[in-house]
């Protein structure tokens, strides 16, 4: 008990809170960092996988309807939840949802956007990239590509009147492979672009009889195409040498002849629906550039069969606008051809559920270790918190089956060592007044008995004749009768204050001249014990008071003043009004022996006497300064008492003229 009870249970709970903390960060941190580990570069594999394949499905097709199966197939091969929705939260397609039943919710943000006209600048780089039409060309594999059979198949849809060319698989140059573009001669859109059936089963036997020229010619390190583009594999990808398109190459070529004859020329010929598309672009180019009053003159490219516009090239402006005109006609005329934009979600939530996998089994561990470090905390710290109380919880049952003398051993200054001290200080008010009690009852038998036997031996003397009942008698049967009474009428005050019912009745009353009054009846047994009895009073002090309780609480301080100073001595009785505060004051100082110190915070206890002499004279009940105490409060007033030893006594009443008026009252 050397510090303070809240700060060792606050101290304790911390310790509780910060095992349990560091047991959550240890899971939290070890899930997270063996899921980072286990799944990062999968997880970016396998999203730009899915990425990749769903724009080429939205750039394949005009809209998303037949997209679940590709979607079902993406989950199935990344075992990760793929779904789609619009741009206003609609599911397109869901994995999770495929089996049936309600699917979870989605994660709070996509994982990215499926916009088909974002990668459309690509395509207008001369590389046919995932909006074209794939094909499977055996040979090309052979000569060092690689077919990819875990992309969904994807059906395109072609520009009016052509026919869907269906594919099993997807062509990818591998890591040592790449794609080769022409020199300075940008195309607008790929040639090979949503291929008809017929189209595309041209262009793999061409490719195939390509490749085959090639290996007859032992290049063995050149591949060609779909789209007539030619591949140089290399072992070194940084070592990979960059060749130009056989049908483009002009005096620089540097390509052999014999190389460029086993290219043919249909594989850089635009497919059906490049050409559609041709048009439509060369059309609102045109109108675009009409609107802008710039004049553009339209040729058709020998090597291609594609439209083009030209301006001057001295003109800035319409270059300008030239650029900026086919960059926009180029996304109106892809447009149908696309499917709208969409959200794309990958996985099922963005709570981290440390019950999953093999999480539960760690999880389930470290709950029971901190299950276990907590209840030793709080057992070892409980037993040494709760171990004053117990203390004093046995304490207390001695109490009270009667061992009035029990007591707690105190150390400490914290709130367990203050209820320690109330204990021992409630332990020796109970001790006390079980001591006053039994002196009270002691007390109250002696005085009843004193009197009892005086009147009935007077009685019994007087029935037998020994002695006459005369006057002198019958005086001394009332002095002893009084006696009773004054002792029961004390008794009964007090019990009437314990029970709350000790009631006054106010009334203006005189109170100098009720001074006088008290004076004049203790006047007879101050003078039979020599004791000059003096009051000191205006000629009028008026308050709201009951006169006979006044009178009886200042009756009794003079009573014990003249019985306490002895023959010789002076009892002054003085009435007076505070300047300061307007209260009634009235003083009884003696000159008796006096008070000790250690008496007189005890002193209006009741059954309290400094003397417990109980002779006549100086004996008393002890009820005598309890009732007056009780008397003044009833009045809303203070009594006080000053003594000093060999010097005498002042006992002090204070009253309010007028009595306090209730909360409340009107």
């Known amino acids: 008990m050397r510090r303070s009870l809240f700060v060792r249970l606050l101290v304790l709970f911390l310790g509780v809170a910060v095992i349990s903390i560091a047991a959550t960060a240890w899971i939290t941190t070890q899930s997270t960092s063996q899921r980072l580990r286990g799944e990062f570069e999968s997880t970016l594999e396998a999203d730009s996988e899915i990425y990749s394949a769903l724009i080429a499905y939205a750039q394949g097709h005009d809209s998303w309807d037949g997209v679940g199966p590709v979607v079902d197939d993406l989950a199935a091969a990344t075992g990760s939840r793929v779904a789609l929705t619009d741009p206003g939260g609609d599911v397109l397609a869901d994995s999770a949802a495929t089996g049936g039943g309600d699917a979870p919710p989605l994660p709070s943000t996509p994982t990215a956007e499926i916009d088909p006209m974002t990668p459309l600048a690509v395509m207008a780089g001369g590389v046919s990239i995932a909006a074209a039409q794939p094909m499977a060309v055996e040979s090309w594999s052979a000569a060092g590509g690689e077919v990819a059979d875990d992309v969904p198949p994807s059906t395109p849809t072609p520009g009016a009147g052509t026919e869907t060319a269906p594919s099993d698989d997807v062509v990818r140059g591998n890591a040592d492979a790449t794609f080769v573009g022409s020199a300075g001669l940008p195309l607008s859109m790929p040639l090979d672009w949503r291929l008809t059936e017929a189209e595309a089963a041209a262009r793999e036997r061409l490719v195939a009889e390509a490749n085959a020229c090639l290996q007859r010619l032992g290049s063995e390190e050149l591949a060609v195409s779909p789209d007539g583009m030619v591949l140089r594999i290399s072992p070194d990808p940084a070592a990979t040498v960059l060749e130009e398109k056989p049908l483009y190459v002009t005096e620089t070529t540097t390509l052999d ?335 008796g022996p006096g008070i000790a110190p250690e008496h007189l915070e005890h002193l209006f206890d009741r059954f309290y006497r400094t003397d417990t002499s109980r002779t006549r004279a100086t004996g008393g009940s002890g009820l005598g300064l309890a009732i007056t105490k009780h008397l003044v409060e009833a009045h809303d007033g203070t009594v006080t008492v000053s003594s000093m030893v060999g010097a005498g006594s002042t006992f002090t009443i204070r009253l309010p003229v007028h009595a306090p008026v209730a909360a409340g009252a009107s």
């Open 257 to 591: 002849s014999a190389v460029h004859d086993c290219v043919p020329e249909e594989l850089s010929m635009p497919s059906e629906a490049s050409q559609a598309l041709n048009r439509e672009q060369v059309r609102l180019t045109g109108e675009c550039l009409a609107s802008a009053g710039v004049t553009a003159t339209p040729r058709v490219a020998s090597e291609t069969g594609l439209a083009q516009l030209t301006v001057d090239p001295d003109d800035p402006v319409a270059l300008a606008t030239l650029a900026e005109c086919s960059v926009r006609a180029n996304e109106q005329a892809m447009e149908p051809y696309l499917a709208d934009p969409a959200l794309l979600y990958i996985g099922s939530t963005d709570r981290f559920d440390a019950f999953t996998g093999g999480g539960w089994v760690r999880t389930a561990l470290t709950g029971l270790g901190v299950l276990a470090a907590a209840t030793g905390v709080t057992v070892l710290a409980g037993r040494r918190l709760s171990h004053p109380i117990r203390t004093l919880t046995a304490a207390a049952q001695q109490l009270a089956a009667g061992g009035r003398g029990t007591r707690v051993e105190v150390t400490g200054r914290d709130e367990v060592a203050r209820l320690g001290h109330a204990f021992n200080a409630m332990a020796s008010s109970i001790e006390e007044n079980e001591r006053q009690r039994k002196a009270m009852v002691s007390d109250i038998a002696h005085e009843l008995r004193t009197p009892l036997a005086n009147v009935r031996g007077y009685l019994e003397a007087a029935e037998d004749g020994v002695v006459p009942m005369d006057a002198q008698l019958v005086s001394s049967l009332l002095e002893e009768s009084t006696l009773l009474q004054r002792l029961i009428d004390d008794l009964q005050d007090l019990a009437l204050a314990d029970a709350g019912m000790l009631r006054v009745h106010r009334e203006d009353t005189d109170v100098a001249e009720l001074a006088r009054q008290v004076v004049a009846a203790h006047q007879p047994s101050a003078a039979s014990s020599g004791t000059e009895l003096v009051v000191a009073a205006p000629s009028a002090v008026v308050a709201d008071v009951d006169p006979v309780r006044l009178r009886q609480a200042l009756g009794n301080l003079v009573a014990n003043a003249v019985q306490y100073s002895g023959a010789g001595s002076t009892v002054l009785v003085r009435v007076a009004r505070d300047a300061a505060t307007g209260d009634v004051v009235l003083a009884v100082r003696d000159d």
